[in-house]
């Protein structure tokens, strides 16, 4: 009967180790987007003194122009010819960009204001109001029977304007990218 080697079970050991470090480090290479974007909220919600001082200096413009050139440097010639010659791709974005996500927004918080026009669902929705105020003692409320289901009217219009939009430059480029789309035309269309 033979007794196992002491440095075969640390060597299984470690490379098991090194397999997972691999595949965890694969994985946050390939998801570094979401994962960024989740830690910069976490980050800005306990330590939100760098993000004012940030906004206080304008960087996000040094972001976007570190972005676009970054992503210049990236180019190939080949690449922009390609991105050129996809004419269908340029119109079809172009189109969504500025017309389909701008109507598809309007109709969308269109239909979400108006889901409570019928007479009897207002009439509930003003007695709730009603109730909520007299159940605070008096305290103001903000709502009034205007304000629909997405709240007043001016949120509506700011929902109007935000889907109206073209995507920003970051957003769009690195989705792309990520997803393994045409790197030039997105950078062509933002």
Same mark, same amino acid.
């Given at each position: 009967?033979?007794?196992?080697?002491?440095?075969?079970?640390?060597?299984?050991?470690?490379?098991?180790?090194?397999?997972?470090?691999?595949?965890?480090?694969?994985?946050?290479?390939?998801?570094? +987007?979401? =994962?960024?974007? $989740?830690? &910069?909220?976490?980050?800005?919600?306990?330590?939100? /003194?760098?993000?004012?001082? #940030?906004? *206080?200096?304008?960087?996000?413009?040094?972001?976007?122009?570190?972005?676009?050139?970054?992503?210049?440097?990236?180019?190939?010639?080949?690449?922009?010819?390609?991105?050129?010659?996809?004419?269908?791709?340029?119109?079809?974005?172009? +189109?969504? =960009?500025?017309? $389909?996500? &701008?109507?598809?927004?309007?109709?969308?918080?269109? /239909?979400?204001?108006?889901? #409570?026009? *019928?007479?009897?669902?207002?009439?509930?929705?003003?007695?709730?109001?009603?109730?909520?105020?007299?159940?605070?003692?008096?305290?103001?409320?903000?709502?009034?029977?205007?304000?629909?289901?997405?709240?007043?009217?001016?949120?509506?219009?700011?929902?109007?304007?935000?889907?109206?939009?073209?995507?920003?430059?970051?957003?769009?480029?690195?989705?792309?990218?990520?997803?393994?789309?045409?790197?030039?035309?997105?950078?062509?269309?933002?």
């Amino acid at each position: 009967m033979e007794v196992p080697d002491d440095s075969d079970e640390v060597n299984s050991r470690r490379e098991a180790f090194r397999r997972v470090a691999i595949e965890i480090r694969d994985i946050a290479i390939k998801q570094h +987007l979401p =994962i960024g974007v $989740v830690l &910069g909220f976490l980050l800005g919600v306990v330590w939100p /003194a760098p993000g004012v001082f #940030f906004a *206080d200096i304008k960087f996000q413009y040094v972001c976007v122009v570190g972005i676009s050139f970054i992503s210049g440097l990236k180019l190939k010639t080949d690449d922009i010819k390609d991105a050129l010659k996809a004419y269908r791709g340029v119109i079809w974005g172009l +189109l969504s =960009i500025l017309l $389909v996500t &701008g109507l598809v927004g309007i109709e969308l918080t269109k /239909a979400l204001s108006d889901s #409570f026009s *019928d007479p009897i669902e207002r009439s509930v929705l003003n007695s709730n109001v009603t109730q909520d105020s007299d159940a605070t003692c008096g305290s103001s409320n903000s709502s009034t029977s205007s304000d629909g289901v997405l709240g007043p009217a001016e949120f509506n219009t700011g929902l109007q304007v935000f889907f109206a939009s073209p995507c920003t430059i970051a957003s769009g480029i690195v989705i792309v990218t990520q997803f393994g789309g045409n790197h030039a035309l997105s950078l062509l269309l933002t």
